[in-house]
């Protein structure tokens, strides 16, 4: 059985920093893209970054300079570091699980909340 598991979400002040983490089980990790999205109230689902099985990334714009994606193949763990929070990056954060051969794969994780408000 595939899980997704984030964690690290809350609530911060602007300028604040946060840490989301996503433990996968039940794939081979190394074989799998991974990445962050995220999801505003009546907005559509967004990619924030994310980082090949090679260890490529990329990012949204609107988070280039401030938030660092990474993965640790070893312990199947993908962590998303932010800084320089703003409110526009409150939203529902889901880790995503991408394997773009055949058979292909996808997978989410439940999300977490993420609030940027003083």
């Known amino acids: 059985q595939v899980q997704l598991v984030e964690s690290g979400g809350g609530l911060v002040q602007p300028g604040g920093s946060l840490r989301l983490s996503c433990a996968a089980s039940g794939i081979t990790f190394s074989i799998y893209d991974m990445g962050w999205y995220r999801q505003a109230p009546g907005k559509q689902r967004e990619l924030v970054a994310g980082i090949n099985r090679g260890g490529i990334t990329n990012y949204a714009n609107s988070v280039k300079g401030r938030f660092a994606i990474s993965r640790d193949s070893a312990n199947k763990l993908v962590y998303l570091r932010m800084n320089s929070l703003k409110p526009e990056d409150t939203a529902v954060y889901y880790c995503?699980?991408?394997?773009?051969?055949?058979?292909?794969?996808?997978?989410w994780g439940q999300g977490t909340q993420v609030t940027v408000s003083s």
């Open positions: 995503n699980a991408e394997r773009k051969e055949v058979p292909i794969r996808s997978y």
